[in-house]
């Protein structure tokens, strides 16, 4: 099955530098790559997602990058602020095809933005 | 609108109990997944419902039963759970094969 590893455990940053989250995946058929931020007691939130025919996607502070022949994909926020602290998962589909498929997560980074 | 919604929020539960779990959504999704996350961990695929039909069952064992009496619903029922199936329970819901899921905020279990 799928693998999915997640670097660093945990990262801390000064407010307003950049944070950068990196994931490697095994499975060479998985195809789409959601970034997911949890915080404290909640469920996890839908923060950015790409897909594999796409080698880079941005929303405001937040942008992924994936290489696919490497098999890794990385999360960027720029301009950190103290509402960005939670931890983050990546994820991979797990490409079973025939129907909905599950993602398989990263174990997470918590990332904790110093003022 | 992107909620999907759980409810109880917090439930204790003796090892003899039997108990359910309910997870909603009002998107017109037509996948349904529950998955099970212990502390400082990461969410774990459990089950997964496709046009109400049970497509993937992670080897999960039989003390928990999925349900999804309609497209908007699905259920989990525990039954003789043990002490180390404490966790919190996410349901989340996505529109077809490969779309973006939302999860709903979770039902942290606590079997004593």
């Known amino acids: 099955g799928e693998n999915v590893e997640q670097h660093p455990s945990t990262l801390s940053v000064q407010e307003g530098d950049s944070a950068v989250i990196k994931c490697t995946y095994s499975?060479?058929?998985?195809?789409?790559f959601p970034w997911y931020k949890q915080e404290l007691g909640k469920g996890p939130q839908l923060i950015i997602d790409?897909?594999?025919?796409?080698g880079e996607k941005k929303d405001q502070r937040i942008a992924v990058t994936l290489n696919k022949t490497a098999k890794h994909f990385s999360l960027h926020i720029t301009e950190t602020q103290p509402e960005d602290s939670a931890v983050y998962f990546c994820?991979?589909?797990?490409?079973?095809?025939?129907?909905?498929?599950?993602?398989?997560f990263g174990k997470g980074t918590h990332l904790i933005i110093q003022p | 609108d992107t909620e999907v919604t759980q409810t109880p929020k917090h439930l204790v539960m003796g090892m003899t109990n039997k108990k359910s779990l309910k997870c909603e959504q009002h998107?017109?999704?037509?996948?349904m997944y529950w998955y099970k996350q212990k502390a400082k961990k990461p969410p774990e695929l459990m089950f997964v419902?496709?046009?109400?039909?049970?497509?993937i069952n992670e080897s999960v064992p039989s003390r928990f039963s999925p349900e999804c009496p309609n497209s908007s619903l699905l259920n989990l029922h525990l039954h003789a759970l043990q002490p180390e199936d404490s966790a919190l329970y996410l349901c989340?819901?996505?529109?077809?094969?490969?779309?973006?899921?939302?999860f709903g905020p979770g039902t942290r279990l606590l079997v004593l």
């Open positions: 419902y496709s046009y109400e039909k049970l497509s």
């Open positions: 994820a991979a589909s797990t490409g079973r095809g025939g129907g909905a498929d599950g993602l398989t």
């Open positions: 790409i897909r594999s025919n796409v």
């Open positions: 989340a819901s996505s529109q077809d094969l490969l779309r973006t899921q939302y």
């Open positions: 998107m017109g999704h037509r996948a």
């Open positions: 499975d060479s058929a998985s195809n789409y």
